[in-house]
């Protein structure tokens, strides 16, 4: 599957997703992008999921007319991530357009 990883998240999640099309939103040159526009220029580009850290971005964009699914992580520091690279993965596998699935995977706290 063709994942676009968000900004906020560590550039090891993509070595981690294996058996998925992995690339970062600064590979692509599209840094400094806003949501939208993001989500519509990844699907024009054929991308079947964004993975982000963000977890406003449900509340901001209409996802039910996307082609885009939309995974969200709850904590993007990667000593919270790495144990839960399975579940990611499944999730992402698993994932329909227009769709938005939220990925427990810790919650930082200072």
Known sequence: ?????????????????????????RYQGWSGLKNGGLLSVAEAEGFAVFLT????????????????AVV?????????????????QEVIGAAQPGSLRVVEVGKFSR
Request: charged share 20%; aromatic share 6%; glycine share 8%.
């Open 53 to 68: 850290g963000d977890q406003t971005l449900s509340f901001e964009q209409n996802l039910g007319s996307r082609t885009i």
């Open 72 to 88: 969200v992580l709850t904590a993007i520091e990667w000593h919270m991530l790495r144990g839960s690279v399975g579940e990611i």
């Open 1 to 25: 599957m063709k994942v676009l990883l968000d900004e906020n998240l560590p550039h090891r999640l993509r070595n981690a997703l294996e058996g998925h099309e992995v690339f970062t939103v």
